[in-house]
């Protein structure tokens, strides 16, 4: 059974959600404030974690910021009422997998959870889960590159977007196959988020990530992985 982690302050959402939730066969722990819930998170491993922005004692943000730096791949949904793509973009760059907007369905955030877990199920049909990339070496089952004596961790999201990059060696990928294989119907991300996905990527596997000779980006296109 899976346990999920709902983070939230709005006893009302909570209970509609842990309701919902345990119906479906998920079992549910739940904390109001954001140092609560961050110590529930330590304590409690859970498979993935609902985690509202407004939150007292820390806000969503700060609560993401430590646990992306404690488990870069535990997924993460972040609830906001909010609608600006500047927080959206903020979440996304610190780890969020997936944003819902309040007011949601529980129906509609089930269906994400489930399709975000599904995607990290291990297949076997995974060609490699050790690729040697320039000086990096990429182990997608860990979520992990290792690039001279550095090491760096992957979020579930950029785990998946240099395994369907790898996949794809030597072929363009467009940003909107990218956002359709990824995020699907889940969330649509703007071309800007693909962008500073990318950038990290760089970061973690380029010797010199302003001259980059594995992901390459073609103007007007998208981007080419080349091994």
Known sequence: MKKILILEDDRTIVEGLTSALTFHEF???????GIEGYNLFEEEDPD?????????????????RKIRAKDPRVPIIMLTAKSQESDKLLGFELGVDDYITKP??????????????????????NKKNEVKVGSATVYFDQFLVERGN??????????????????????????DKIIDEIWGDEYYPSPKTIDNFI??????????????????TIHGAGYKFII
Request: aromatic share 4%; with cysteine.
């Open 27 to 33: 079992s549910v722990i739940s904390a109001g404030d």
């Open 48 to 64: 993935l974690i609902i985690l509202d922005v407004m939150l007292p004692g820390a806000d969503g943000f700060e609560v993401c």
């Open 104 to 125: 949601f369905s529980a129906k509609e955030l089930i269906a994400r959870i489930r399709a975000i877990l599904k995607r990290l199920e291990p297949k076997v049909e």
């Open 150 to 175: 550095r090491e760096f961790t992957l979020s579930p999201k950029e785990q998946q977007i240099l395994k369907l990059v790898f996949d794809n060696n030597g072929k363009v990928i467009s940003r």
């Open 199 to 216: 950038v990290k990527l760089r970061n973690k596997i380029e010797d010199n990530p302003k001259k980059p000779e594995h992901i390459i």
